[in-house]
């Protein structure tokens, strides 16, 4: 929640209370856990595992924010991935 806060108040900083919501929001494409066999396993890299972790979803996330719309979601999916994929480390 931190980090969203902070690329929130620093990108958007008249809008920033909406763009970290949005950015929180974003962390709903952890709901592919759920599909997952079992759901947490503290080994798993859950980046090219779970289907909204995936590559090519990854690949679409970072489309995302070269548009005015979607902008603010996207870095939150990217804040989201990138915090993720730290984990594989």
Do not use: E
């Not at 970290?20 to 595992?49: E, K, T, Y």
Request: proline share 6%; glycine share 8%; with cysteine.
């Amino acid at each position: 929640m931190l980090v969203p806060a902070l690329a929130a108040r620093v990108g958007w900083r008249k809008r920033w209370l909406r763009a970290w919501g949005v950015m929180v929001l974003a962390n709903l494409v952890d709901l592919d856990h759920l599909l997952a066999d079992p759901i947490f396993d503290p080994q798993r890299c859950s980046i090219g595992f779970h289907p909204l972790h995936s590559y090519l979803a990854v690949a679409v996330y970072a489309v995302l924010p070269f548009f005015q719309k979607t902008r603010v979601l996207g870095v939150g999916l990217l804040i989201h991935m990138g915090l993720d994929g730290i984990d594989c480390l």
